[in-house]
């Protein structure tokens, strides 16, 4: 080992879901909009201009930040836009919650990863865990590690609800740094009430409530409203699930105009130009769309209902989901072996091997014609091995 | 003030060059390429079809880390693709120099700003700073800031020469964190010898030293040819300025595989896709078009040659800029007059109110019709001004 790597940032990396190069896969993996986004996408972008290219993007992303302040009834100062959704986090991890956090002195951070085991009155105020579910989004503890930043995991209830009472302060006696919740929650697309979300964001004044809405366009009651009232809410957004653009990189936060201005400071002392001159045009287009946008929801939204009740007919188990995609478990069958069931018949599901919810299959919405040939295959599977193990049983 | 603000990571972020809106301006203020990307970029971004943006990008951005690789005759491993080079040397600052860094509680970190007033032994590793030039790419120190990263500044000589003892063993003792060097530097556009690059990385072997080449292809000697044996240095690049396109967002860097993979940790630990599909296709079409590329740099290169031809004869003052810019002073007449006079005259050039160089302009080589109304633009106010301080001196 040379000398120069013991000064580096060791970090276990976020591993996002398969991206197969191979053509011909039902690809149910990542939670993409099955539809194409908007055709007005692709004429502005093919109306993109060589020449323009050779000048920098604005930096300050002026047109889409307007577009989306707009769609929102906000005004520009409200919108902070990335990289995708994550790099809005990753950055409002970074302003809001990694701020004299501990030194590591070259040691990797493992987090205050505990359940409920919140930091008590003798710690000092840089041990303050973040808080957010033991099941969500897994990306927060990478965020968490990578820059050092204590958390503490309130496990969700065996139905995987959220318990709003954790994150109260009678609960942690105000010895929090912040709170990140996704609602509608991933990987299990249930969403937390609006009320319940107003008393966190009211109960912990002190400290920054980031709520993920990555998918609340598919269901769920979004925190908008609650921004007029509070200075410590930030929502972010993203582009890539609900309008079909993961390939152009968008993401969004809103908040109030002192929260933005901090989110932005940290954001131009990183990179001035983040949002290239095709991602800010496609992202305008698509916001102009509003039928198109609202056609290619409802459909999902069928969709997702349709295939809730073929898979209950086959027997699968799952809650009320909100969002783009069915996180479900069968009471007979292993989730792994049914995983890689389906990916040998060419249909990608994704399969997270962890704690509590390692007998999940998390499926994304898709087409009508490739739902209907996930529950044939599903059922064929099913048949199979209730035969096979009727067999091996008697 | 709001108590979730004492938490906020406090910035004074960079300022980039200004990007007006209105048409009719010669902009030689942000060292943009005058000439378009080559056609083939137009034509790849015009076959990108709609439906693909619904999915993910590739997050190893293999196609365009193979294309990048081969053309500098490296191994993909070898190649770690951003958005911008901005986002590769910020990623490289958090993986390489802001490990195990002080904690600052909450206050503002000032970096250790003091020439060359370099840590001694009585101070711990932690306080240990990070070089770079007093006068160099500004961002360095921003960076540097946000991640709380201690830094020297060796200042350049008279001439703004860097001083390759400031960077020796000798002079720091062993106690420094890394070494960034922009190399032409910037803004004053002079190269430094390949040997004495040498010097550094052998003399710091536990240290990674960073050389940021984003002006590379317009003059000096690259140093690629010391990753072969050196493991601890790393080269940035940018598709920004020689390749046309600021536009995009693409940024690279080459090391010895181990170093990439830290930095590859790190990326995946912020944002699993930092490059849009439209970002990815524009990379790989521009490096196709070997030709086009050699053709613009050359008229470029013989450009900046005639401009400095024609601002000697102005009587203006500067070094011999390898970059696609110079940093010129006039002995007779204030930088920030002329940078504002110029401005009237819808010439925006760059202007740094800064300590040693707020007496000079940096110039961006623009087409031939740009520079020869430039050189007039000076003529006529350098005339003007002679003739007042005549009128006032006598």
């Known amino acids: ?68 302040g707009d769609s929102h009834g906000l005004r520009p100062e409200q919108v902070f836009v990335g990289v995708g959704s994550d790099d809005v986090l990753a950055m409002a991890f970074l302003t809001f919650f990694s701020n004299g956090n501990s030194s590591n002195n070259g040691h990797e951070s493992k987090g205050n990863n505990s359940g409920t085991n919140i930091a008590g009155g003798h710690e000092s105020k840089n041990q303050f865990p973040l808080l957010f579910p033991d099941i969500t989004y897994s990306f927060y503890s990478v965020w968490a590690d990578l820059f050092r930043i204590p958390y503490a995991t309130p496990p969700l209830d065996t139905d995987f609800r959220i318990q709003p009472r954790d994150y109260c302060n009678s609960s942690h006696k105000g010895n929090i740094r912040g709170i990140v919740l996704a609602n509608p929650n991933a990987p299990t697309g249930l969403a937390l009430e609006l009320s319940a979300i107003r008393s966190m964001v009211q109960d912990n004044p002190d400290v920054v409530v980031i709520i993920d809405e990555a998918y609340i366009d598919f269901g769920g009651e979004t925190a908008i409203p609650l921004l007029a009232k509070y200075d410590n809410l930030l929502v972010t957004r993203t582009f890539s699930k609900s309008r079909s653009l993961a390939g152009m990189r968008i993401g969004y936060a809103l908040g109030q105009p002192k929260l933005i201005a901090y989110l932005n400071d940290v954001k131009y002392s990183f990179n001035s130009y983040t949002m290239s001159k095709a991602a800010l045009i496609c992202g305008v287009a698509s916001l102009q769309d509003k039928t198109y946008f609202e056609d290619s ?95 091996l049983d008697f």
Chains 1, 2 share one sequence.
Not at 3 to 24: F, S, T
Not at 327 to 337: I, Q
Request: charged content about 30%.
């Open 1 to 68: 080992m040379s000398a120069w790597e013991e000064n580096v940032r060791r970090v276990v990396p976020y591993v996002p879901g398969e991206q197969p190069k191979n053509k011909g896969i039902i690809k149910l993996n990542t939670n993409e909009n099955p539809y194409p986004p908007s055709p007005l996408v692709e004429s502005s972008l093919h109306d993109l201009e060589n020449k323009s290219l050779r000048l920098y993007p604005d930096p300050t992303s002026e047109d889409l930040v307007k577009a989306i």
């Open 297 to 391: 929801l409802q459909k999902i939204k069928n969709l997702r209902e349709w295939t809730k009740k073929e898979l209950k007919k086959l027997g699968f188990v799952f809650g009320d989901s909100a969002a783009n995609f069915i996180f479900a478990n069968h009471p007979k069958l292993p989730a792994k072996d049914l995983f890689l069931a389906l990916k040998e018949d060419k249909i990608y599901v994704r399969y997270f091997d962890k704690p509590r919810i390692d007998n999940y299959l998390r499926i994304t919405i898709g087409t009508e014609e490739e739902m209907r040939s996930l529950i044939s295959a599903l059922r064929k599977h099913l048949k199979y091995n209730t035969y096979n193990s009727l067999k």
